[in-house]
Every structure is written in C-alpha cells, then in structure tokens.
C-alpha cells in the first residue's frame, strides 16, 4: 500500500470502512486507541449510533398529526436504539481494537486503574486485623 506509511489520521472512505467493521493500516492504530479508548469515545460511539437513523426521525416528524404523535413514534424507536447501543458498547469497541489488531482488553485499563486506586486507599484506611 503506497502513501499509508506517513498517515495517521483514517480519510473518510477508510473511515467508513473502518466504521463498518474493516481493519485500518497498522500505521493508523494510535488513532484507532484513541478513538475507542480516548476522551469523547463514550459521545462518539453513540453519535455513529443514532446518525444512521437520523433520517428516519426527520420523516417521523413530516407524518400527519399531533405533534405528540411524532415525538411519541420517535421516542419509541431513540430509547431503545440508545439502551441496547449503551448494553453493546464494551463489546463493539472491543471488536474495533481486536480488528485493527489490538488487544481488546485496552477497554477496561482505566476502570481497573481506578478499581486498584480504589482498593488501596481501602486497605491504607481499614488494614485487615491480624487473627
């Protein structure tokens, strides 16, 4: 692959290849860390989530009727688009690092840091008491 070697930033057709599942170059995995594990991950996850259905909203809000009624219809189909898109998303970032080649345990790193953070400062406080 010519050119690939310098980039470090995905163009928007490997973006929406990579979005749709496909691997990036090795060049770009800094980028991919970032993107799935960075800060704004959780925002940007849920925004690739509700743009595709986007349209679908806007021609909800055209149908005839009470305004409730659109709302109502949208709503019905926003909560649970964002409930399970919140269930899936260790698994579909994780799925993003394992394609690109990396470890898909990077996603917890931080929770565990703070998990261990957390545990120290507990043991420092209450010390367990000998028998």
Sequence with gaps: MTGDSGKTRPNFLQLVKYL??????ASMRDWVIRDVTGPGCIRRYIIRGVLPFLPIFIA????????IYRLGMIALLLIPLVYFEIALMSIYRRHLLTTNGIDGALIGVKRRAKQEITKNEYE????????
Excluded: D, E, I, T
Excluded at 20 to 25: A, N, Q, V
Excluded at 60 to 67: A, M
């Design 60 to 67: 909800f809000s055209f149908v005839p009727g009470p305004v």
């Design 20 to 25: 749709l599942g496909r691997p990036l170059p």
């Design 124 to 131: 420092a406080k209450y010390p367990k008491k000998p028998n």
